[in-house]
Nanobody, 117 residues
């Protein structure tokens, strides 16, 4: 099994910063892809940022230059540093990992990020 526990998030004013954390346990490898997705009310869940093989990253165009994904393999934890936040970043953010050992996706419990204008 794989468990993901998220922390961070909350309410911040536009232009502010937040950091999300996601601690993984169970059947994952350090090279398994991990990422952050978000879902705003009335919208589909979308990819925000992803890290593969522990080092390669990709970002949604809307967050490039503002968000940074990183991973600490010693703690099996992935982070999302969010700077210069905008009201349109308001959403529930979900951590994700694809376990190659288990052959499937696993999700964190979700955390609300609200950016006020």
């Amino acid at each position: 099994q794989v468990q993901l526990v998220q922390s961070g998030g909350g309410l911040v004013q536009a232009g502010g910063s937040l950091r999300l954390s996601c601690a993984a346990s169970g059947s994952i490898f350090s090279i398994d892809p991990m990422g952050w997705y978000r879902q705003a009310p009335g919208k589909q869940r979308e990819l925000v940022a992803r890290i593969t093989n522990g080092v390669n990253t990709n970002y949604a165009d809307s967050v490039k230059g503002r968000f940074t994904i990183s991973r600490d393999n010693t703690k099996n934890t992935v982070y999302l540093q969010m700077n210069s936040l905008k009201p349109e970043d308001t959403a529930v953010y979900y951590c994700n990992v694809f376990s190659r050992l288990r052959g499937g996706d696993y999700w964190g419990q979700g955390t609300q990020v609200t950016v006020s204008s």
